[in-house]
């Protein structure tokens, strides 16, 4: 395990949890770990923004990079990488998240990670063939421990609630000047929780993020 994350490091990744497939989970056949890849705070937008995919001025740069970068660290470990985006069918990443035990649904319906907080998004999975040992996962979602929980009243249209994701409020709103601070530093309700705060993304990435959703 120290050598998957040490190259995925080295690419500006982070492994983001794994576990121990049962066939219900519908990973690849014959995978012993799946271990789960996101962006390392403080290497994945200097890395991302120096590639090539970043400036061809081509569609999809972020997948393409991600899909070059996670693909060479499956060749290098003998695994198969496995991706969120390029479907449909899609890979069941919520479900897989979750079967961590480093996610959570958090109080306004978005995954929390015990590290990334509400910043965190997965690039991709490593389905490696050998059963790995693997650190066992925080007891509780920080949201347990989290008294003030202000990601409930963040949004300032009242889109992320736990009855669901208003999807259109949100669009209208960040079209307009008033939602320029969301569309411009991202998303008010990932930055208001504690853990994203400490996890850290930049403004530029956060904006890349949000034009790419709008």
């Not at 890849?37 to 999809?60: H, K």
């Not at 994701?165 to 601070?181: F, L, M, N, Q, R």
Request: glycine share 10%.
């Amino acid at each position: 395990m120290h050598a998957v994350q040490a190259d995925t490091r080295a690419a500006g990744l982070m492994v983001m949890g794994g576990f121990h497939p049962t066939p219900d989970y519908s990973a690849p056949a014959g995978t012993g770990t799946l271990v789960m890849l996101g962006p390392d705070p403080a290497a994945f937008w200097p890395a991302f923004t120096a590639s090539a995919e970043y400036g061809d001025g081509a569609p999809d740069p972020m997948d393409r990079w991600s899909a070059r970068v996670i693909g060479a660290i499956a060749v290098a470990h003998g695994a198969q990488a496995v991706f969120p985006f390029g479907g449909p069918p899609y890979p069941p990443f919520l479900a897989w998240a979750r079967r961590t035990g480093r996610a959570w649904d958090s109080p306004v319906g978005l995954l929390v990670h015990d590290e990334a907080g509400l910043f965190v998004s997965y690039r991709g999975a490593l389905a490696l063939r050998a059963r790995l040992e693997l650190p066992p996962p925080p007891a509780a979602s920080p949201c347990e421990s989290c008294t003030d929980q202000p990601c409930r009243s963040a949004c300032p249209v009242g889109a992320l609630t736990p009855a669901g994701y208003e999807v259109p409020a949100c669009k209208a709103h960040i079209a307009t000047p008033e939602g320029a601070d969301c569309m411009t530093r991202g998303c008010a309700v990932r930055r208001a929780c504690p853990v994203s705060k400490a996890h850290g993304r930049l403004d530029a990435q956060s904006a890349f993020h949000m034009a790419a959703f709008l």
